[in-house]
Structure formats: C-alpha cells, structure tokens
C-alpha cells in the first residue's frame, strides 16, 4: 500500500512563517498604538482634572471677595482690598471671606491672598494673619504650569474693563475698600490653548 500523505514543503513553510511575521507585526503596532492613545488620553484626563481643580480655586478666591484693606508689613500704611499694580509684588492680591477654621484657631474668617505668575506656573499665596508681618510664614500651592500667557481684566461700575486695580481713575481712598463688579481671566496654555473665565462679584 502505498503512502500517499505528504508534509508541508519547504516554501509552503516559509510562506506561513512570513504570513505569521506580518499578522504578528500588524497585531503588535495596533496594540502599540492602542497603549500610546491610552496614555494620551489617561495624561489629558490628568491635566483636565487639575485644571478643574485650579479654577475651581479661582473661582472660590473670587466669588468671596472682602472689602477688607490691610496694614502692610511696617504698619503705618493700607493696601487695598484688592490691587493688581504689583506695588506689593504679585499680580494680584486681595482679601476674601470663607477661610474655613476647622481646628478652631483664633482667627477671623477673612484671609488674605495672592497669586503670582512665575517661570509660566501660576502660584497661589497666603498668609496665616490678615494683617501682613515680615515674621508671618507664607504658604504658596502651584496651581498651574505650563502657561504662555496671562491676563486679568477687571469691570467696573460703568461696565468698561480695565487690566488695573483700582483704576487710575479712582481716588486712593475709595481704592482701599473699593471691588469691581467682574473679574475675566485669560490663561493660554502651551497645550491645551486658551481658556478665560468671567466671574462675577458679590459686591
């Protein structure tokens, strides 16, 4: 009886191995591929949620505004309850309500806070007493990075914006205690672009 069954030759070997190569390098780049857009979209996810964060805080700082001047660090002058001129160093600064106190300090409610923008990171400061000392620590939170460009603009009763407050054409008196009806803030961001926020004044 003759044997009649036959093995694979030798091309017929060599074309599944080369079929096996290109399905396995297809497989490998789509896999590739799919783990690449994953951790694209997980670092995005990342930096939404701490740009929500941010602004969250920012918005926070500013609904709460207080017409609160303070005493500056040699006691015999004021500085606004708000002021953006950098006189004082930061880009802005301003006092707000709603300092939570859950260890029950002694201390008012109303804190005072700064944000300055530096080496493109947005950082936020405050102080532990409203009345500023050379001695009082403060604290400072980054609250963003990567940041190209920045403005603030600022509303006023006559609903003109002005990028200064207080407006040169307020007197100094009514500047201490003076608030403007909106604050818009403009972040453009080497990633993402740009993003502005208007946040209205409880004045």
């Known amino acids: 009886?003759?044997?009649?069954?036959?093995?694979?030759?030798?091309?017929?070997?060599?074309?599944a191995i080369s079929i096996f190569s290109i399905l396995s390098a297809f497989?490998?780049?789509?896999?590739?591929?799919?783990?690449?857009?994953s951790e694209k979209i997980e670092k995005?996810?990342?930096?939404?949620?701490?740009?929500?964060?941010?602004f969250s805080q920012i918005d926070q700082d500013y609904i709460q505004l207080a017409k609160r001047p303070i005493r500056s660090e040699i006691g015999n002058t004021q500085i606004g309850a708000i002021t953006s001129n950098r006189a004082n160093g930061y880009l802005i600064e301003f006092s707000r309500h709603g300092w939570p106190n859950r260890l029950g300090m002694k201390r008012g409610s109303i804190q005072r806070v700064a944000y300055d923008l530096i080496d493109s990171q947005l950082i936020r400061y405050h102080w532990n007493v409203l009345d500023k000392?050379?001695?009082?620590?403060?604290?400072?939170?980054?609250l963003f990075d990567g940041i190209d460009k920045l403005q603030l603009l600022f509303l006023k009763n006559n609903n003109e914006w002005?990028?200064?407050?207080?407006?040169?054409?307020?007197?100094?008196?009514?500047?201490?205690?003076?608030?403007?009806?909106?604050?818009r803030i403009s972040i453009t961001f080497?990633?993402?672009?740009?993003?502005?926020?208007?946040?209205?004044?409880?004045t």
Request: aromatic share 4%; net charge negative; proline share 4%.
């Open 1 to 15: 009886m003759n044997n009649t069954e036959k093995g694979f030759t030798l091309i017929e070997v060599l074309v």
């Open 133 to 142: 000392t050379y001695s009082n620590e403060l604290i400072q939170n980054e």
């Open 27 to 37: 497989a490998y780049g789509t896999l590739n591929q799919t783990i690449i857009s």
């Open 162 to 183: 002005t990028d200064q407050w207080p407006p040169i054409d307020m007197t100094q008196e009514e500047g201490l205690r003076a608030l403007p009806k909106a604050i």
């Open 190 to 202: 080497g990633d993402i672009g740009e993003i502005e926020r208007t946040i209205e004044i409880n």
């Open 44 to 54: 995005l996810n990342t930096r939404m949620q701490s740009l929500q964060r941010g």
